[in-house]
């Protein structure tokens, strides 16, 4: 095969490839748009869960050295600061998914329109 043989046959596959991407269905694009959702939401919980995890680590020490006050108040400010960062987490998420499925069904009332 030519150097120009494979050019062309690249911008071929180029063009063939952009062709299908746009023959998919509004709702696959929907279903795709959850299902990122999801895994963004399911990271972030993960995530939260593992951070509270390592946290309790040192709540405990302070409670082996007999330590309790200490370590509610050290546990109260852990929560209050893993439970606000983690709900701007998930609520960006959720504006993110919102604004996408906006953005998706203009697309579609704008390709009826034409």
């Known amino acids: 095969?030519?150097?120009?043989?494979?050019?062309?046959?690249?911008?071929t596959s180029t063009k063939t490839?952009?062709?299908r991407s746009g023959t998919r269905k509004a709702g696959d694009?929907?279903?795709?748009?959850?299902?990122i959702e999801?895994?963004?939401e399911q990271?972030?919980?993960?995530?939260?869960?593992i951070n509270r995890a390592v946290l309790a680590l040192p709540v405990s020490v302070l409670e082996s050295l007999g330590l309790q006050d200490t370590a509610a108040e050290v546990k109260r400010v852990?929560?209050?600061?893993?439970?606000?960062?983690?709900?701007?987490i998930h609520d960006i998420?959720?504006?993110?998914a919102d604004l996408a499925t906006d953005?998706?069904?203009q697309r579609k009332t704008h390709k009826k329109q034409r």
Do not use: C, F, P
């Not at 852990?78 to 701007?88: E, M």
């Not at 998420?93 to 993110?96: A, G, K, L, M, S």
């Open 103 to 105: 953005l998706l069904d």
């Open 93 to 96: 998420n959720h504006r993110v």
């Open 1 to 11: 095969m030519t150097k120009a043989t494979a050019t062309k046959a690249k911008k």
């Open 17 to 19: 490839s952009r062709a």
């Open 78 to 88: 852990q929560d209050t600061s893993i439970g606000a960062i983690y709900k701007l």
């Open 29 to 35: 694009e929907q279903k795709l748009t959850r299902l």
């Open 43 to 49: 990271g972030a919980t993960t995530a939260e869960d």
């Open 38 to 40: 999801d895994i963004i």
